[in-house]
């Protein structure tokens, strides 16, 4: 469902609108017609990523992985661009980190660094695609530290992820979904605090029992204060 | 730890499993060095070594043996004659064929890493038409001998007399005859560049495939084109995997060029024949031409080694950010968009 939004894979069926934008199509005398890889290039620049396995460019230090989309996506100057990947970094705590290559950060340092690295693009909407699942439930904290902080500064967010608590306290809206499907909708009070669906309290009562994952369900939720995708 | 008998543990550093082991090596190191330092440690733990490895003893001396009779053979033999060497190691036409053998390694290998990534990227490509012509280049390229493929386009002009450019099956707007146009040096770089365009290929194409998909999809996911994750994303990654074979592959063409002497160009190994044949002195004028390639091979295999230690950066955890490495790595980041440029620069020396 994330994968659809920036058209990183296509939907079966259905649109999705980012700001009243039509993604991954355009409507041509009366149909749909798919965008080329360039004009779907263009849409993706408004919307930050964020992944499970982090996917860091490897070969770039910290900076380089934050520097590389605006200098050569936006053709941005080099100097404005290191300051402001600088101030992002120091944003997400790793102001010292700013020369070190991904494999010498933990996984908490490399997912806040491809935080970093999406804000620079300055996008409209952030999508996590759980973002702490590959993380120690130790460093899990650090990142959905940032994570808060974006939610409060205004930030539209859609983060699909198991961390309950973090959910009910940052979201707007939760959504949960089950094979694809949503099961349920609503407000974080309504939707983890009073259930309506069998389905959703057989998941919440399963997963506060455990200790962090879910299994097989996929909850995902919406949180952000504009809350502009539809 | 037991202490096997005639070894004990009071002569040995440490306590560790590897004691008889560490002990036979050093006994290795002294006895081919002459043996003259550490007679005492010698005597218990080599001693003992030897009596319990007899094979690989054995070895040894044959090994000495046959090592000592290729040096008097060396140093004695009156068809190799080394002031012969010596005169001719540094003569002007012989050094000519060394600086024609280094342009057509590197003008070879140029072409053929240009041409192996663009097969790479053909075949990796999911148009049907540009998969299998990529397939089947690279079946015909490495299913034929190289100096075969030497010899059919030093030949060309007997199956192709005329080049012209025009429109395929319609008029012509010039054309020149293929003796004129495919010289000797022609022939050569084609025979040479485009077979090894053909292995290049496979090793691009490995070193594209292992960079992870989420390297592609992350880029993709900031907005880059396909062309920009490609160049900036996938290929500098892909370098790593590429490195290291190319450089073989350089020290392979390097000697395989030697294979165009058969056409008469005048690279190292022509150079010498062309003398060999006037004063008959065969023998020390392929050893000349032995030495020069050992020499230039030991040069690439030392750059080999550098470049692949550059190429590695960002893959170690504990990689010391030494200096010199966040001065490259600034370098790096600020290198204008011909970085790819520079990495081929690098491949071929």
Redesign the interface.
Known sequence: MLRCINHLERPSSGRIYVDGQLIGNRLERGRFVELSANELAVQRRHIGMVFQSFNLFSHMTALGNVMEAPIRVNMEPKAEVERNARELLARVGLADKADAYPVQLSGGQQQRVAIARALAMRPKLMLFDEPTSALDPEIVGEVLDVMRGLANDGMTMVVVTHEMGFAREVSDRVVFMDGGVIVEEGSPDQVLGHPSHQRTRQFLSRITGATGDGGVEEPAEEAGGNGGVR | MATRPGVRATDLPGSASALDEASVVSGVATGSGGGAGGASRWNRADLSALVRKPARWTVVAVALVFLAMLGHLLATSSSLQWSVVGHWFVNGGILAGLVRTLYLTAAAMAIGIVGGTVLALMRLSRSWVLSSAASAYIWFFRGTPLLVQILFWFNIASFVPRISIGVPFGPSFASASTNALVTTLVAALLGLGLNEAAYMSEIVRAGIVSV?A??T??????????R?TYR??VL??AM?IIIPPTGNQTIGMLKGTSLVSVISLPELLYSVQEVYARNFETIPLLVVASLWYLIVTSVLSVGQHFVERRFR?????D?K?TFRE?LR?HQ???TAPGHDVDIQADVHF
């Open positions: 992870d989420g390297q999809e992350a880029a993709l996911a900031l907005g880059m084109t396909k920009l900036r994303i500098p990654q790593r950066r960002g893959q170690e955890r990689a950010t966040r790595s790096f980041s600020t």
